[in-house]
């Protein structure tokens, strides 16, 4: 599959069949984060990969609620799929020069771990894996489950497994909406 397919095809999957997926697959889609770019390669990220199901139970347990008050459907793709990955970040490193902040936007971290995220959820599409990207939950609560140190953030998870569903594409925005040409505004 090439790029363009794979993130054109890549969809966000909250159903998941049982069985498991094999620790090659999963160290595939590991390296595949690994090798995204970071702020002066400082590579920031850490993976945690739960397959337990108590470990999994305890996460579901931390995304929010929705709005009108129903059960995040993450919630459900984290306790059923064979794996869930949890990426963190070391904080202080990433957007950092001689210590100190070297843009506006302050800690980069978010921005690296995305972009290796980003490559771990296009590797496990490629392999006929699905995945969605989950933020809506208590950090501190995953950190507490998962023992993770002070000087480490939570940024993402995600469910990993074989899809048990097929969404549909999302629309997307033309790009002469969301594209000017030398000056904002500009088309």
């Known amino acids: ?8 095809g890549r969809r966000s999957i ?6 498991p997926v094999p620790d090659e697959a999963v160290n595939t ?35 929010k609620r929705l709005a009108h008050g129903a059960e995040n ?17 070391e904080l202080g490193k990433s957007g950092y020069y001689k210590g100190e902040p070297a843009t506006d936007k302050g800690d ?19 392999m006929g894996l699905g995945t ?5 939950f208590e950090a501190k609560d995953v950190a507490s489950i998962l023992e ?8 993402d998870m995600t469910p990993l497994g074989y899809p048990d569903e097929t969404p549909g594409a999302i629309p997307r925005k033309d790009l002469a909406d969301i594209v000017f040409q030398g000056k904002y505004g500009k088309k």
Not at 108 to 126: K, R
């Open 73 to 89: 459907p993450a919630a459900a793709a984290i306790r059923e799929a064979p794996a869930v990955i949890v990426s963190c970040a």
């Open 108 to 126: 980069w971290f978010m921005f690296d771990v995305a972009l290796a995220m980003q490559n771990l959820t296009l590797a496990a599409h490629a």
């Open 14 to 19: 909250r159903k998941y069949k049982p069985d």
């Open 29 to 63: 889609v590991l390296e595949a984060a690994r090798w995204a770019p970071s702020w002066s390669n400082t590579q920031c990220w850490q993976f945690i990969v739960v397959r337990d199901p108590e470990g999994k139970r305890e996460l579901a347990g931390t995304l």
């Open 148 to 155: 993770i140190p002070e000087g480490v953030a939570v940024v």
């Open 1 to 8: 599959m090439d790029v363009m397919q794979a993130i054109k």
């Open 132 to 136: 969605v990207h989950v933020g809506l």
